[in-house]
């Protein structure tokens, strides 16, 4: 699986979007980026996933570059629930290889 | 609840003794993972099972620790011998191998262990 580079640490004001960007400069071309978060002392929830066209769903919207090399999770509305430690994975798209490899993630924090 | 369910939530052990975690799963899903995370990092790949087939074992998993799916649905984690070092979140995940949405893992809440 391709590896991942996130920031370590973000910053957002309540309300305002947030956009956390991640690097996969390695990706092949079976491989779809995933993104989840982890809410301290939960287990990681999934978020959105995609192969090359920008994704939206409920939670968030996905941008990623038409070479693929990175892309960006966008909560448009950020609220203080969104605090979390966001992961950025990706991953071919089911092959038997099917697990997951989380970097270290990026942690938000949502300032009121 | 239809989520992944993980028993118990919580385990205190002194060194040296056996403890066992419970999984069982989102019940339609065939493929059944587990995890291991340490404070401050990501969780680590441990190994999986698609239906009762252990397909996959990290370097990570010790002769110490034994996992097993027997009739295909819910999974144990067996560690032996624990020592402090085992001290993590142990975490336990579901997908659907072979359906159209992507293969998505969804993580159970998971069981924090600490082995005094």
């Known amino acids: 699986d391709a590896k991942t580079t996130q920031p370590t640490s973000m910053d957002c004001a309540e309300g305002r979007a947030a956009n956390l960007p991640c690097n996969h400069s390695?990706?092949?071309?079976?491989?779809?980026v995933y993104w989840y978060r982890q809410i301290h002392s939960q287990g990681p929830q999934y978020i959105i996933h995609?192969?090359?066209n920008n994704e939206t769903n409920e939670m968030a919207s996905l941008i990623i570059t038409e070479d693929r090399k990175s892309s960006t999770l966008i909560l448009p509305h950020a609220t203080l629930r969104d605090t979390a430690v966001y992961y950025c994975?990706?991953?071919?798209?089911?092959?038997?290889?099917?697990?997951?490899?989380f970097g270290d993630g990026t942690t938000l924090t949502v300032k009121p | 609840d239809t989520g992944v369910s993980q028993n118990p939530r919580h385990k205190i052990t002194k060194r040296g003794q056996n403890v066992t975690f419970r999984c069982d799963p989102i019940?339609?899903?065939?493929?059944l993972y587990w995890y291991r995370q340490t404070l401050g990092q990501g969780p680590e790949f441990l190994t999986y099972?698609?239906?009762?087939?252990?397909?996959?074992k990290s370097r990570l998993l010790s002769d110490r620790f034994s996992a097993e799916r027997p009739k295909g649905s819910f999974s144990t984690l067996e560690i032996q011998r624990t020592e402090q070092g085992d001290s993590a979140m142990y975490l336990c995940?579901?997908?659907?191998?072979?359906?159209?949405?992507?293969?998505?893992?969804?993580f159970g809440a998971g069981t924090r262990l600490s082995v005094l």
């Open positions: 099972f698609q239906n009762e087939a252990q397909l996959e």
């Open positions: 390695t990706i092949s071309g079976n491989e779809y």
């Open positions: 019940s339609e899903h065939n493929r």
């Open positions: 994975i990706v991953r071919a798209y089911n092959t038997n290889a099917g697990k997951s490899t």
């Open positions: 995940a579901s997908s659907l191998a072979g359906d159209r949405g992507g293969n998505i893992q969804y």
């Open positions: 995609g192969l090359k």
